[in-house]
């Protein structure tokens, strides 16, 4: 076992790393759901052929999702160490 | 052969495993020019591509308790991220996504959302922590967490109901394509298609399983996306099919248009009203964050921050795929719209003659003027893909290799949902609560005695072709997002969570949904609000939540040693908490 980390400094970290949560699920709603209620007037604005309520059910969420994983990977990575609580 | 420096040379066995695996269908490519006949073609990329992942399997055979349940925790994120792309995708991703897509254009991409998104989740909720913990199963952690063996019985039913109707479609799915490249019965090709699944799996567990996954994605993958890119570039000039079906979705259109099609392809909310559309892609998403054959996948990884890294990478390797699929139903519909409708019955193309000999694509000239309408052509969401090379004139060799990459996902999806199984059976039930005193040797071999037999079972339930198990498949999400993601989610973000909760929370999820499923399919029950039961679990889900959070409430709050070793599961510092060999 590494050594203890004080209550205060576990407060902490895991403070920042429910806001990341909380942060990461709104985003994961708002390109799940919240977008996808406007598809029929987003199926006005056409690029390349693709109509825009249709590219982001098909697309669009599909890419955000992607970043967003790797992003929340790096970032709590980043509040780990900051906490000198990461993996070695 | 496969010690020690195996995992730094990961690139190299994998890069030439690929450039073999091109050059073995170059070499089909030629044999078949000479005149090979397709019969044959079709026999060489079966066995040749089960022969490979048997090899990998007996390579990867182990004695070790850690590796067989856990791969010795030493699989690298990315390749991980490979194994459970190919765990995810199963036969019928692979065959009928595209065709579902051709069928209900925008409504169909709920599906693509549902089984995408869920990562997400994997990814912010539970991967991490659960891989932190240790654990061998998803039921071990239940027991941890809420004390006891209750808690592990009632992970492990709902855990067999999610995944056991989800392996037997799978092996069905082998059956099929096995029976329509070799010509075997049906029978016969799901026992040969159980026989390659127990190869790879049975002596080397979840090490086997891995580095078997891993050879089948690249398969899988090769084989989706050629025949569009060729596709694509016969009919737009430009070999990115992904991009391109932008212009061929306008002509679809103006197509639809002249043809008086009252359902368009972009349109949403045409087969299901927005709250089924929105409903399906919640229990798929929460779903995906609940079936234990992915959530395991996380536990191999050789530390909590990889565990999180490879969430990212699975889903961009099954972004690739889902991606694609659109593309798939856009050039079919376009292909179908322009040079089948409109044309004389008695002089259509060939595929379509093809496929309609063996029923899948059915023609009822309902006017009897001899022209085929829209509305008399009906196709089976399986031909979409399969039939693609034939649309695109290639040679047979493309439709072996996509035969073969069908194979590959409808294997790496039974392989990995029958390790959960057999894992649960023989480390939850027979090692934790029959006979803890067993030693390693005798726990690998009820392991595997188990293994084969929950497959035969399986297969012998597949053989007997039930009629809806692709049905089934779409309840295993709701069953287990209803069953186990309220505990698992709750059991680390919320400390107060009791085992009294989490028990009841459980029982009222799983049997809410169970209930809706049952009685709506099965004793004529009415829908309620007219939710289709493939979303079953948008009743479970909040009756697993709130159940789980008024009994905590009333039952006195877990112990100080079970609020310290909710902490130690959130700091990823450490290893972890729960140690065996």
Redesign the interface.
Known sequence: ??EK?SPEK?EA??SK?RA??WT??AI?FL???FV??F??SL?KI??????L???M???G???I??V???W??IK??KI?EEF????? | MLKGDFISNLGKVYGIYTGGFIGFVIVLAILEQMGVPNQIIGYLFVFMTIGIYALIGVLSRTAQISEYYVAGRRVPAIYNGMATGSDWMSGASFVGMAGTLYLLGYDGLAFVLGWTGGYVLVAVLLAPYLRKFGAFTVPDFLAVRYGGNIARSVGIIVLISCSFTYVTAQIYATGIITSRFLGLSFEVAVFAGLLGILLCSMLGGMRAVTWTQVAQYIILIIAYLTPVVILSAQITGVPIPQLMYGGILEKISVLEGQMGIVKSHVQPFTTYDPLNYFALILCLMLGTASLPHILMRYFTTPSVREARISVGWSLLFIFLLYFTAPSYAAFAKYEVLTNVVGQPIASLPAWVKAWGDIGLVTIKDANLDGILQWAELNINTDVIVLATPEIAGLPYVVAGLVAAGGLAAALSTADGLLLAIANALSHDIYYKMVDPKADSKRRLIVARVLLVFVAVIAAWLASTKPSDILSMVAWAFSIAASGLFAPLVLGVWWKRATSAGAVCGMIAGFGVCMFYLVGTQYGGMQTWFGVRNISAGLFGIPAAFVVTWVVSLLTPAPSKDMQDFVDSIRLPRGGPIMQEN
Not at chain 1, 84 to 88: K, N, P
């Open positions: 076992m590494a980390i576990a970290h895991w790393t990341l949560m990461s699920l994961w390109s799940s759901f996808h209620f598809a029929p199926n056409v690029i390349f052929g693709f109509p309520g249709f590219y059910a098909a697309q969420s599909l890419i999702f992607v967003l994983i790797f929340f990977a709590q990575n780990d000198g609580v990461a993996e070695d």
